[in-house]
Nanobody, 122 residues
Framework: QVQLVESGGGLVQAGGSLRLSCAPS????????VGWFRQVPGKEREFVARVWWNGAIFYADSAKGRFTISRDNAKNTVYLQMNSLKPEDTAVYYC????????????????WGQGTQVTVSS
């Protein structure tokens, strides 16, 4: 069982930045795909970005040019750097993991964190 812990959420003004972190407990991340998703109350969870075990990266259109996903295997952590934040980025952000490869659908992931709230004020 892999337990994921997210951190780094908070309140920021529009145009600001936040960096989210995701780390597993009791497991190394190096052979996992890690994805970031977000959810607004009343809406479905949506894909944001993912990084494969080999470093291949894919972003949702909403994240391209503003968000950067990265992994530091030495620290066993995956990051989501979010710049130029907009009020519409306000959501609970979740990290998810799947051994080896996974895509952009939430049902492809086996493990989920508890989520971290990101609030962007206008």
């Amino acid at each position: 069982q892999v337990q994921l812990v997210e951190s780094g959420g908070g309140l920021v003004q529009a145009g600001g930045s936040l960096r989210l972190s995701c780390a597993p407990s009791g497991r190394t991340f190096s052979t996992y795909t890690v994805g970031w998703f977000r959810q607004v109350p009343g809406k479905e969870r949506e894909f944001v970005a993912r990084v494969w075990w080999n470093g291949a990266i894919f972003y949702a259109d909403s994240a391209k040019g503003r968000f950067t996903i990265s992994r530091d295997n030495a620290k066993n952590t995956v990051y989501l750097q979010m710049n130029s934040l907009k009020p519409e980025d306000t959501a609970v952000y979740y990290c998810a993991a799947k051994k080896w490869a996974a895509g952009e659908k939430e049902n492809e992931y086996d493990y989920w964190g508890q989520g971290t709230q990101v609030t962007v004020s206008s």
